[in-house]
């Protein structure tokens, strides 16, 4: 009986997270996806300035380089259904994405590898495989925006 | 005769004397064979190629990654095999379907000669003697050195050969008429190689061929006249129309419309990993030519890059920068 209860409550706490998951409004999760993009390319564009040599912050860059891991494990529940530049505005998130979930899991997954990669070259503290961790990331960071984001107005 | 073209260095313009059996082009300077020695012997060292490979195979496969030969020349979408071809590139002239230029003997170009595809890259001419439609981007790789072609043909010999067929381009009227290439090619074609300009230093010519030939950056970032011929005035100020009827971004130095505010460390950093002078990453057909061409680039060859791009006349243009 006490067993039975708690399953049942159990379900009903998840019942009721699924809910207000769903009725987040679109548009908020829009402005939130937006933001934690916006963060992933603070951090790229910092360690830019490194990389081109118009800061001597090098000891940064693996600072940042754990921010842009960090993020890539938000990005996946970023995107539900429903917030696609089709059915919302202020977006350029593509139909594409929910059509061909398996793919857009897989670009993600990528983009994952490829910022714990970038951790990894950044604490070993060699520009050369740094650079190439670099090359790894923005391949990643294609992988989803070619397909998935529409182009610029 | 060399000829100055505008925003340049000077285009050799001497017509090749064609028998009907063809031979290769004309002789070339030894100078400029021993220049491009010097420039590629640098880059290919920083592209590390595969050990205990043939210099030209390994040198080729430099030439190849500059030339951007791979995205075109493979239907990735379809999951086609490298260089096989069959990519359909759709413009306002119709769809075109690049070939199979892997070494197969039948659909690709295993029986080509060495003058064949010297000819097919200076001249726009098929070994039948058919001409190409300028889609083929031979009005840039006309200024290639011969050593540069020779070796990317090597290069492309050691790739495996692949049996798929080429399909017919699907073009409108009146595109269809390949014969009417021949006048197209005498108003807007000019072939030969490029000579290096003396009165800039090496840095900058390197830059020029890498542009203007090699790179082909032009043929999409460069504005089409109602015929297809690149704007040779309006070189680089973007296309309203460009590949898959997209709008390609002006790249001359113009401060509003074009990347008059990126440093050169803004570009070859963007041309290396494909990030934004502001951090954002780019899509669009550039994410295949960071990643299948520039990126490969050695830091010096993208370095002689931005000299020559912020070395052009800023152009204000319609397609804002990126």
């Known amino acids: ?153 | 005769m060399p000829q100055a073209v505008p925003g340049g260095g000077k285009i050799d313009t001497r017509l090749v004397t064609r028998s009907p059996g063809r031979k290769a082009c004309g002789g070339r300077p030894f100078i400029w064979a021993a220049a491009a020695l010097f420039h590629l012997g640098l880059a290919t060292l920083a592209a590390g190629p595969a050990a205990g490979a043939e210099p030209a195979v390994a040198r080729g496969e430099y030439i190849f990654r500059a030339a951007g030969c791979l995205t075109c020349h493979t239907d990735t979408k379809n999951k086609g095999a490298p260089l096989a071809g069959g990519r359909a590139l759709p413009t306002p002239f119709g769809t075109f379907y690049t070939p199979n230029i892997t070494p197969d003997p039948v659909h690709g170009i295993g029986a080509w000669s060495d003058a064949d595809f010297i000819t097919a890259l200076r001249e726009g001419l098929a070994p039948d003697g058919s001409h190409y439609y300028p889609a083929f981007p031979y009005p840039s790789y006309t200024g290639m050195n011969e050593r540069d072609m020779r070796d990317l043909k090597a290069y492309l010999f050691s790739r495996p050969a692949v049996a798929t067929p080429n399909r017919a381009h699907d073009l409108k009227f009146p595109f269809g008429f390949r014969f009417a290439l021949w006048p197209w090619k005498l108003l807007f074609f000019t072939e030969g190689r490029r000579i290096e300009d003396p009165s800039k230093d090496a840095q900058w010519n390197r830059g020029a061929y890498l542009v203007e030939n090699l790179g082909h950056c032009g043929e999409c970032h460069t504005p089409r006249n109602f015929l297809g011929a690149v704007d040779r005035e309006r070189r680089l100020a973007g296309n309203p129309v460009g590949p898959e009827g997209k709008k390609v971004p002006n790249v001359t130095p113009h401060p509003g419309n074009g990347i008059g505010d990126w440093s050169k460390s803004d570009l070859t950093y963007f041309l290396k990993t494909g990030f934004l002078p502001d951090g954002d990453f780019a899509g669009g057909a550039m994410t295949d030519v960071i990643q299948e061409s520039t990126g490969f680039l050695s830091d010096e060859d993208r370095a002689a890059v931005a000299r020559y791009i912020f070395g052009l006349p800023p152009i204000s243009g319609p397609g804002a920068g990126p």
């Open chain 1, 1 to 153: 009986m006490r067993n039975a209860i708690f399953i049942l409550t159990l379900g009903l706490i998840f019942a009721t997270a699924g809910q207000a998951f769903a009725a987040e409004e679109p548009q908020n999760v829009i402005k939130y996806r937006q933001a934690v993009m916006k963060a992933i390319g603070g951090h790229t564009g910092a360690i830019a300035g490194v990389v081109k040599g118009e800061v001597s912050f090098t000891g940064d860059v693996a600072a940042h380089a754990r921010g842009i891991q960090e993020m890539s494990k938000l990005v996946s529940k970023l995107f539900p259904k429903g917030t696609d530049n089709k059915m919302q505005e202020k977006t350029r998130a593509l139909p594409a994405i929910w059509e061909d979930r398996a793919k857009f899991d897989a670009a993600v997954k990528a983009f994952q590898a490829a910022s714990a990669n970038l951790v990894r070259v950044a604490e070993a503290g060699d520009p050369a495989a740094f650079g190439g961790g670099l090359q790894e990331l923005g391949k990643a960071c294609g992988g989803c925006h070619k397909p998935f984001r529409a182009e610029e107005k």
